[in-house]
Antibody, heavy 117, light 106 residues
Framework: EVQLVETGGGLVQPGRSLKLSCVASGFTFNNYWMSWTRQAPGKGLEWVASITNSGGSTYYPDSVKGRFTISRDNAQNTLYLQMNSLRSEDTATYYC??????????WGQGTLVTVSS | DTVLTQSPALAVSPGERVSISCRASEGVNSYMHWYQQKPGQQPKLLIYKASNLASGVPARFSGSGSGTDFTLTIDPVEADDTATYFCQQSWNDPRTFGGGTKLELK
């Protein structure tokens, strides 16, 4: 059974940093692209970042490019999201997702990030 | 960015057939996927590449379309299908989602 467990969310002040982690199990982690997708409270879904199975390439939308960094440790089956210069509009539940050829096939339970002073 | 437009809400009775539409602002080939999100839960993949049923998803769910117009159909609708349904495209960069259609049962 595929499991994705996110940790690291919490309350952070604007301009500060936060790092999310996601531990994966139930599949061969280094065979798959992985991604982060977020959902602001009561709102829709927004793709945040993707990383190839080797970690050699990363992709971001303009809304987070230059502020967020996705990375992975294939030896530890762990995905990360480093978030810098956080803004109030980054407040959301962040989901770790396994990306199968562009679709988000499996989702974690999510971790809530609140950016507020 | 490719904008995906969905109707905000629909209400149907159990046993009926419902179609949820998603229109893309530009062509996405067949790279449209559908998700179900129940209150308080994470989204779940239902349909991938327009018409392929994801693993474990009941055959009551089906998808169709190509280019810019896509449809998710549930037939028959059951009480457990109360949820918000999102479309998502992966043909154009960046990947984008529709705003979601909230399905309510009468």
């Amino acid at each position: 059974e595929v499991q994705l467990v996110e940790t690291g969310g919490g309350l952070v002040q604007p301009g500060r940093s936060l790092k999310l982690s996601c531990v994966a199990s139930g599949f061969t982690f280094n065979n798959y692209w992985m991604s982060w997708t977020r959902q602001a409270p009561g709102k829709g879904l927004e793709w945040v970042a993707s990383i190839t199975n080797s970690g050699g390439s990363t992709y971001y939308p303009d809304s987070v490019k230059g502020r967020f960094t996705i990375s992975r440790d294939n030896a530890q089956n762990t995905l990360y999201l480093q978030m810098n210069s956080l803004r109030s509009e980054d407040t959301a539940t962040y989901y770790c997702t396994r990306e199968d050829w562009g679709r988000f096939a499996y989702w974690g339970q999510g971790t809530l990030v609140t950016v507020s002073s | 960015d490719t904008v995906l437009t969905q109707s905000p809400a629909l209400a149907v009775s159990p046993g009926e057939r419902v179609s949820i539409s998603c229109r893309a602002s530009e062509g996405v080939n067949s790279y449209m996927h559908w998700y179900q999100q129940k209150p308080g839960q994470q989204p779940k993949l239902l349909i991938y590449k327009a018409s392929n049923l994801a693993s474990g998803v009941p055959a009551r769910f089906s998808g169709s379309g190509s280019g810019t117009d896509f449809t998710l159909t549930i037939d028959p609708v059951e009480a457990d299908d109360t949820a918000t349904y999102f479309c998502q495209q992966s043909w154009n960069d960046p990947r984008t989602f529709g705003g979601g259609t909230k399905l309510e049962l009468k």
